[in-house]
């Protein structure tokens, strides 16, 4: 998080550049298993593995809250707001 690959990425979801995204996680491919995974975690770290094979930028960041937490968070509570307001939302 915080480089211009990230940017660039966060901008193309958004559609507010050329590109288009594509995520590729490490199960797709028909070569790799749940011990591959787990033994790319024990090669570079879980916060590589995470960046690198599950498309998760949450790694790519340092925080004090463990990855894990903030993933679980986002997933059951982060809901879209009832009403949006300020500058231009009416």
Same mark, same amino acid.
């Given at each position: 998080?915080?480089?211009?690959?990230?940017?660039?990425?966060?901008?193309?979801?958004?559609?507010?550049?050329?590109?288009?995204?594509?995520?590729?996680?490490?199960?797709?491919?028909?070569?790799?298993?749940?011990?591959? &995974?787990?033994?790319?975690?024990?090669?570079?770290?879980? =916060? %590589?593995? $995470?960046?690198?094979?599950?498309?998760?930028?949450?790694?790519?960041?340092?925080?004090?809250?463990?990855?894990?937490?903030?993933?679980?968070? &986002?997933?059951?509570?982060?809901?879209?707001?009832?009403? =949006? %307001?300020? $500058?231009?939302?009416?």
């Amino acid at each position: 998080m915080g480089n211009v690959f990230h940017e660039l990425w966060v901008n193309a979801e958004a559609e507010e550049n050329a590109f288009h995204t594509i995520k590729l996680p490490w199960h797709l491919h028909p070569d790799r298993d749940q011990a591959w &995974r787990d033994d790319q975690t024990r090669t570079v770290g879980a =916060k %590589r593995a $995470a960046q690198e094979n599950d498309c998760s930028f949450l790694a790519s960041g340092d925080s004090v809250v463990e990855l894990a937490v903030l993933e679980k968070y &986002r997933t059951k509570y982060v809901i879209p707001p009832i009403e =949006k %307001r300020g $500058a231009g939302r009416f």
